[in-house]
């Protein structure tokens, strides 16, 4: 049997635009699905029922946090826009590649994907071990892309604290659930329609 010689492996740098479209969404949806696994593993070594988490609330004053908070960050963003030059924001451009030529059905099916995948982890079950601020510090390390600038940086933290403290508020996931499927659809759609100047 031949061995491998781990010395000889090498990785190359890979940029978005060497990606094709198919491979971009299966990267995404397996990422996904492994955010949601984990997540779900964690609540069962957590000794808690996933069920539990995702049960519907009785009202839906969820709903007008969840809204509210996405309008926030939505109207912060539009803000940065204007006086922050568009290459501080830039994340190599996967949104865009995510976004641009997309169907509008496959903007919302992604950003909800996203949205209780991501929410499952981070708030349903890190958050329940290390809290709000460690857990947003986490968030914003696994937004890699947006690393190589403090503002971006400093905002994907400032939404995550902001979605573990609806979380808090509310005690239902699905309000920070709702508040990221408003904000990335929301994000993707001005995406998908801006027009280039």
Not at 60 to 73: D, I, K, P, Q, R
């Amino acid at each position: 049997m031949k061995k491998i010689d781990l010395r000889n492996i090498r990785f190359r740098k890979v940029t978005i635009d060497q990606i094709d479209d198919r491979l971009l969404l299966i990267n995404l949806y397996a990422t996904q699905a492994g955010t949601f696994i984990i997540g779900l593993i964690w609540l069962l070594f957590q000794r808690r029922n996933p069920l539990l988490l995702f049960e519907w609330p009785a009202g839906s004053s969820f709903l007008l946090w969840g809204a509210g908070l996405a309008a926030l960050v939505l109207l912060v963003d539009y803000l940065v826009s204007m006086f922050v030059p568009e290459e501080v924001g830039d994340d190599g451009g996967v949104n865009e590649r995510l976004f641009k030529k997309r169907p509008v059905w496959h903007i919302v099916l992604l950003s909800l994907i996203v949205a209780v995948c991501e929410e499952t982890l981070f708030r349903g079950a890190v958050q329940h071990n290390i809290g709000p601020y460690w857990t947003s510090i986490l968030f914003a390390a696994i937004h890699v892309r947006y690393l190589r600038h403090w503002i971006p940086t400093g905002l994907v933290f400032s939404i995550s604290y902001a979605l573990g403290w609806i979380y808090i508020h509310t005690g239902t996931l699905w309000a920070p659930i709702a508040a990221h499927f408003i904000i990335d659809t929301v994000m993707g759609l001005i995406i998908r329609f801006r027009r280039k100047t």
